[in-house]
C-alpha cells in the first residue's frame, strides 16, 4: 500500500522551512489557517503571518501591496474563494502588476465531499489560466506538492498552485520534478493519457487495466499547466494519434482545454475530455463522486477502449 | 529625500501649474478624467511637495514613503505632480493614453513613482494596507498614503480593508478622501448614500480629520496631525469640487469622463493663468 499525505500538510511543513530559509517570506490566509495548514507557519513566524478574516478581496490586494515592498507573499484560503471570490483582484493587482505571490489554494475539487457544490472548485483552473503572467501548477501528491511550493518560492511572478483536501497515494518513480516539464509515468504509442492533480492515480490505475488487455497507454503528468509543455504533447499526438485528459474539474476551461488549443493549432489528434460535464458537484464521499461524476480509473479505460481504433484494440 | 519645503503661497501657485498642465494633458489626448483629478489636486500637490520622503532619482530607495492613487482615473493628476517633482521630464505628460505610452490610461507600473496599477475601484487602501505590514515586518518608519475616491467607497473591498486597517492598528497609514460629491451618473447621495461618512470610518478605528480640501493650511495641518496619531489609521476626509479651477466644469458631474475640447481648453488655462 503506497503512502497517503495530505498535500495540504506538506504545503504547510514547505512552508516553515521557507520560512527558515527566506526571512522575505510572508504568509496570508483568510480564516482557513487550519484548514490550509498555513497555521504551522503562523506558529513558527507570527511575525510574518497576517490573518485577513473570511474577506479574500482585502487579502489579495494587500498581498500586491507586500509584493510592491519587496516580500514574497505565499496566501491561501479554499479554491473556491481563492479563484472566485476575488477574481478581479487576482486580476488587477496580482496578474497585471506580475508581483511575486503565490496563491496556493487548497479543497479543489470535487474530493471535498461532504461540504457540496458551493465548495467544490470546478473552475478554478479556467478562471486561473486566462490570466496573463499567471503561472499553475496542479500537482499529484504529497512529495509533488513540495516540489511545487520550492519551485514557486525559486521563480518570481504570480502563481496559482491547486491541492486538494483528502489524502492522496504518493506516485512512485515520477522522476525529477521541473517546473513546466511534464512527467512521463509510462511508455507506449496506442494511446495517450495526460492528467493532472488526483487523477494521475485514477489514470495510473487505468492504464493498468489496459496494459492487462494488451494496449500500452503513455501516461503524462501535466503538473504544469501554465506554461504548458507543448512538446511532450506534439510528441503524443504524433505518437499515438488520440489523447484522454483528466482531471478533476469541468471539461471547460481547463487542462483539457489547454490542451485543446495546441493540439488543434499544431498538430490535431482526436482529444477526448474526462471531468465534470456542465454540472455542480454535491455531498458525498470522495470515492462515491468520483464514480458519479464519471472521474474514476474505470471512466478512463471506458475513454480509452471506446475512441481507440480498431486496430489498436 | 528631505524635499525642500514649500510655502502656502508656492503651493497655491504650483497647484496651479499641476491644473494647467492636467487641462493640457487632457485636451492633448482627447479623453480622460478631468473633474476627478482637478478636485485633489491642491491635496496631492501638498502631499507630494511637503510631506512625502522620496528620491525621484531612486524611484525604488527602500525607505521612500509610499503613495498609491486608488481612484486610477484622476492618474493625469499623479503624472503631473511626478513630472513637476522630477521623476520624469514634462514633455512625456503629452504622450498621455497613446500607443506606447508609459502614461496609460490608468497606473500601471512602467511609470516611474508609480508602485501599483489601479483603475478597477476599491482595491487602493488593501495595497497600501499590504505596504503597511510589510514596513511592520521589516521595522521600517516609511509612511503609506492612498487618494480614495468617494463614489469609490462605495466598494465591498474598501470595507474589508478599512476593517483591517483598523485592527491591525496601522498608524502609518493615512488615506485621503476627495469627497467631492459626484460620481458618474449623479450626485453620490442621489446614487448611494454615503453619509455619515466620518461616523463610519470611526466604527471601524479610524482617526477622522474632516477639512476643506481647497484650503491649503488646512490641508497641511491635516497631515501633521496624522503624523502623530498612534494605534490607529487616519483618514483625511476632504470636502472638494469636483473641476474645481474651472468655473465651466466646477460641480458638473458630465466632466467626470470627458476632455475638455480645444475650444474648452483655451478657456480652462485662461481661468487658470
Redesign the interface.
Known amino acids: 500500500m503506497a503512502e497517503q499525505l495530505y498535500q495540504r500538510d506538506v504545503y504547510g511543513a514547505t512552508l516553515v522551512k521557507l520560512g527558515l530559509l527566506d526571512k522575505n517570506i510572508?504568509v496570508l490566509d483568510a480564516d482557513l489557517s487550519s484548514s490550509t495548514r498555513t497555521n504551522l507557519f503562523a506558529k513558527q513566524f507570527p511575525?510574518?503571518f497576517?490573518n485577513?478574516?473570511v474577506?479574500e478581496?482585502?487579502?489579495?490586494?494587500?498581498?500586491?501591496?507586500?509584493?510592491?515592498?519587496?516580500?514574497t507573499v505565499f496566501l491561501s484560503t479554499f479554491a473556491v474563494f481563492a479563484a472566485g471570490r476575488a477574481w478581479?483582484?487576482v486580476?488587477?493587482?496580482i496578474s497585471?502588476?506580475?508581483f511575486n505571490i503565490k496563491i496556493v489554494a487548497t479543497h479543489a475539487g470535487i474530493t471535498v465531499g461532504p461540504d457540496g457544490a458551493s465548495h467544490q472548485a470546478l473552475e478554478d483552473i479556467a478562471l486561473m489560466r486566462v490570466l496573463a503572467n499567471m503561472n499553475i501548477i496542479v500537482p499529484c501528491d504529497g512529495p509533488q506538492t513540495e516540489d511545487a511550493i520550492m519551485a514557486a518560492a525559486d521563480k518570481p511572478g504570480p502563481f496559482y498552485i491547486r491541492l486538494g483536501r483528502s489524502k492522496v497515494p504518493t506516485i512512485e518513480n515520477k522522476g525529477e520534478f521541473k517546473f513546466g516539464q511534464a512527467q512521463l509515468l509510462t511508455e507506449g504509442n496506442d494511446v495517450a493519457i495526460v492528467a493532472c492533480g488526483i487523477m494521475v492515480t485514477e489514470a495510473l490505475q487505468a492504464a493498468k487495466n489496459l496494459a492487462a488487455k494488451g494496449i500500452k497507454a503513455r501516461l503524462i503528468n501535466m503538473h504544469t499547466i501554465r506554461p504548458l509543455d507543448n512538446a511532450i504533447i506534439f510528441k503524443a499526438a504524433k505518437e499515438t494519434k488520440l489523447i484522454i485528459v483528466c482531471e478533476e474539474h469541468n471539461i471547460i476551461g481547463g487542462l483539457a482545454s489547454s490542451i485543446d488549443e495546441v493540439v488543434a493549432e499544431n498538430f490535431p489528434v482526436k482529444v477526448i475530455r474526462v471531468g465534470v460535464r456542465n454540472r455542480f458537484g454535491q455531498s458525498g464521499e470522495p470515492e462515491e463522486l468520483l464514480k458519479e461524476y464519471n472521474l474514476s480509473s474505470l471512466d478512463i479505460e471506458k475513454a480509452v477502449l471506446a475512441n481507440i481504433s480498431q486496430n489498436k484494440k | 529625500m528631505a524635499n525642500k519645503q514649500l510655502t502656502t503661497e508656492e503651493l497655491v501657485v504650483q497647484a496651479r501649474q499641476i491644473r494647467r498642465l492636467i487641462i493640457q494633458m487632457l485636451a492633448s489626448a482627447g479623453s480622460g478624467h478631468p473633474g476627478g483629478s482637478l478636485s485633489a489636486t491642491d491635496l496631492i500637490t501638498a502631499l507630494y511637495f511637503n510631506v512625502l520622503r522620496f528620491n525621484p532619482g531612486d524611484p525604488q530607495w527602500?525607505d521612500r514613503d509610499?503613495f498609491?492613487m486608488s481612484k486610477g482615473h484622476a492618474c493625469p493628476l499623479w503624472y503631473a505632480v511626478l513630472a513637476q517633482t522630477g521623476y520624469f521630464p514634462k514633455e512625456k505628460l503629452f504622450t498621455l493614453r497613446q500607443f506606447g505610452s508609459m502614461l496609460q490610461g490608468h497606473p500601471?507600473?512602467k511609470t516611474p513613482g508609480v508602485?501599483?496599477?489601479?483603475?478597477?475601484l476599491?482595491?487602493?487602501l488593501?495595497?497600501?494596507?499590504?505596504?503597511?505590514?510589510?514596513?511592520k515586518?521589516?521595522k521600517k518608519d516609511y509612511r503609506?498614503y492612498v487618494l480614495l475616491g468617494d463614489g469609490e467607497v462605495q466598494e465591498?473591498?474598501i470595507w474589508?480593508?478599512a476593517?483591517?486597517c483598523g485592527?491591525?492598528a496601522c498608524s502609518n497609514l493615512c488615506a485621503i478622501l476627495d469627497f467631492n460629491g459626484c460620481q458618474i451618473d449623479g450626485r453620490c447621495e442621489d446614487i448611494m448614500g454615503l453619509e455619515p461618512l466620518a461616523a463610519k470610518w470611526q466604527a471601524f478605528g479610524w482617526h477622522v480629520i474632516e477639512i476643506n480640501g481647497h484650503d491649503m493650511q488646512q490641508i497641511l495641518a491635516a497631515y501633521d496631525q496624522a503624523k502623530t496619531i498612534k494605534n490607529k489609521p487616519t483618514i483625511i476626509i476632504a470636502r472638494t469640487v469636483k473641476g474645481k479651477g474651472v468655473s465651466f466644469m466646477e460641480g458638473v458631474v458630465g466632466f467626470h469622463g470627458r476632455a475638455p475640447t480645444q475650444e474648452e481648453a483655451q478657456r480652462a488655462l485662461k481661468e487658470l493663468a
Do not use: T, W
Not at chain 1, 478581496?57 to 516580500?71: I, P, V, W
Not at chain 2, 488593501?126 to 514596513?135: D, F, R
Open positions: 510572508v511575525d510574518r497576517f485577513f478574516g474577506a478581496q482585502n487579502m489579495m490586494a494587500a498581498a500586491a501591496g507586500l509584493a510592491s515592498c519587496g516580500k478581479d483582484q486580476r488587477v493587482s497585471y502588476n506580475n | 527602500p509610499r498609491h500601471d507600473r508602485e501599483s496599477a489601479s483603475g478597477s476599491g482595491q487602493g488593501s495595497i497600501v494596507l499590504g505596504m503597511s505590514l510589510a514596513a515586518v521589516d503609506v465591498g473591498n474589508e480593508a476593517m483591517a485592527h491591525f
